[in-house]
């Protein structure tokens, strides 16, 4: 997608400012280069919206009212054992409706992306060094076994292997015991 700059409303001072900031060496100028690059961000994602260049997606779903209720409560609540039922009926819909419209949008059925949602996380909380049966639990799985069964399927490795196979790629000494 190409979004011609000039079109977008505030980012040539935005952008001017960035650099201005980005070459000073004035107190907090990381911490205002960081929000001015928040902020171009946010005005990127607003030409989105505003401009329906968006049509399918995370973005385009947060856009519709309706599918935005369903995926806010899946992401505050990773750990739920959710059904389609329960998520429809927090956006409103029918089963049928919500499940073909999640789909439609999102690119996936609504189940497989909480699935895929709580394995991201996991890997996140595997990088922290969490036990992989608590991380199981803040995932919403029974045990380490549901979970390490889940992840494989997923993403070809098991948790324990795919967190060497990340610490090896990123040049981390590895403990032998792991």
Not at 29 to 46: M, N
Not at 138 to 156: C, D, L, T
Request: with cysteine.
């Amino acid at each position: 997608m190409i979004i011609p700059l000039a079109q977008l409303d505030g980012l040539a001072p935005t952008i001017n400012l960035l650099f201005e900031e980005a070459f000073s060496q004035r107190y907090a100028h990381t911490a205002v280069v960081a929000s001015l690059l928040d902020l171009l961000l946010l005005l990127l994602l607003r030409h989105l919206v505003e401009h329906h260049l968006c049509e399918s997606g995370l973005l385009a779903a947060m856009t519709d009212p309706k599918l935005a209720k369903a995926i806010e409560a899946i992401h505050a609540n990773l750990d739920t054992p959710w059904t389609i039922a329960e998520l429809a009926n927090l956006a409103g819909m029918s089963r049928a409706q919500f499940a073909a419209r999640f789909h439609q949008v999102i690119g996936q059925p609504p189940l497989s992306y909480v699935t895929e949602s709580r394995l991201l996380l996991a890997k996140q909380l595997l990088l922290s060094g969490q036990p992989i049966k608590f991380i199981a639990l803040e995932v919403g799985y029974s045990g380490g076994v549901a979970f390490s069964r889940a992840f494989e399927r997923q993403f070809g490795l098991t948790p324990t292997r795919w967190l060497q196979q990340h610490k090896r790629n990123s040049g981390e000494v590895i403990d032998p015991t792991e």
